[in-house]
């Protein structure tokens, strides 16, 4: 589900914009978001993140909001449902022995050859708002709405040659650098859904 309706957008700058322009400006602003407050504001079915935690961390921090896991994999080898606990309400994987691999069979007493002490671990899952919440929303219209009112002037370029000038728009990509909140709005939000940007790598 988008974070709004173009229509909305409308309403909310008092115009009509082209649904291109409109479009790249809720992209833009639900961009922003998800990058400063680590929250998944586009609902995703069963993607996998790629971990990499010590070898005796206990916890793994999931995106926010995840509302179930469906696997879990240490270097490659698939866990059981009952090696690890999804603790929902933190939005966080639980394994009371760490997350093991190579370095965890060390710990055993096993002759492996350690290089580092990290291990891969693969979290397949469902993540994002199915409808996100009203001050999401809200922001989201407002940072769209930035990005709309700044298009023209940031991507406007002009090309003069002797008497010859042409003045153009591009895609509107640069609006991106010119919206932004508040620190404390900003703040905000982090404290009530996020942890501040999340470092993953999707696969």
Avoid: H
Avoid at 73 to 82: F, M, Q, R
Avoid at 121 to 149: H, N
Avoid at 183 to 197: E, F, T, V
Wanted: charged fraction near 20%; include cysteine.
């Amino acid at each position: 589900m988008a974070l709004f309706e173009l229509t909305e957008l409308a309403s909310w700058v008092q115009s009509d914009p082209d649904p291109a322009t409109a479009t790249l400006a809720r992209e833009q602003a639900t961009t922003y978001l998800e990058a400063e407050t680590g929250v998944s504001l586009t609902r995703q079915e069963d993607v996998t993140v790629a971990y990499s935690p010590r070898w005796n961390d206990c916890w793994i921090d999931l995106p926010v909001p995840t509302t179930a896991v469906s696997s879990v994999a240490v270097d490659g080898s698939t866990l059981g449902v009952n090696d690890y606990q999804f603790v929902r309400d933190l939005f966080r994987l639980y394994r009371r022995v760490g997350w093991g691999g190579w370095s965890y069979q060390r710990s055993l007493g096993r002759a492996m050859l350690i290089e580092d002490d990290y291990v891969s671990v693969d979290v397949t899952m469902p993540s994002g708002f199915a409808a996100p919440p009203a001050e999401f929303k809200t922001w989201g219209l407002i940072l769209a709405a930035q990005a709309y009112q700044l298009m023209p002037s940031l991507n406007r370029q002009s090309v003069r040659i002797d008497d010859f000038a042409e003045t153009f728009a591009t895609g509107g990509e640069l609006a991106a650098m010119g919206i932004g909140m508040s620190p404390k709005a900003l703040g905000m939000l982090k404290s009530r859904y996020g942890r501040g940007a999340v470092s993953v790598a999707a696969r």
